[in-house]
Nanobody, 112 residues
Framework: QLQLVASGGGLVQPGGSLRLSCISSGFTLDYYAIFWFRQAPGKEREGVACIESRGDNIDYVDSVRGRFTISRDNAKNRVDLQMDDLKPEDTTVYYC?????WGQGIQVTVSS
């Protein structure tokens, strides 16, 4: 079955850290950019981070720059999103995306 399997997330206090991961099943993650998005209920989907195929071109939305780190391991068909110094406004559902494949949403909740 061709799919992206996401993991991680959960509940963390403000200032804490979480790590999201996404692993492909049935296909390789090597040629194209990988994205992390997030979408809160009633709001538009927001691009959070992206990483090009060789990992040499990375970009972040301004609100997470300096706090989040995206990385990929093509040999393991895996992409991670390390999220540090989390804020309540980071609370929402996160998705990984590769071409037309989407991982299942992962809930991230930042609350004291």
């Amino acid at each position: 079955q061709l799919q992206l399997v996401a993991s991680g997330g959960g509940l963390v206090q403000p200032g804490g850290s979480l790590r999201l991961s996404c692993i492909s099943s049935g296909f390789t993650l090597d040629y194209y950019a990988i994205f992390w998005f997030r979408q809160a209920p009633g709001k538009e989907r927001e691009g959070v981070a992206c990483i090009e195929s060789r990992g040499d071109n990375i970009d972040y939305v301004d609100s997470v720059r300096g706090r989040f780190t995206i990385s990929r391991d093509n040999a393991k068909n895996r992409v991670d999103l390390q999220m540090d110094d989390l804020k309540p406004e980071d609370t929402t559902v996160y998705y990984c995306s590769y071409r037309n494949y989407w991982g299942q949403g992962i809930q991230v909740t930042v609350s004291s």
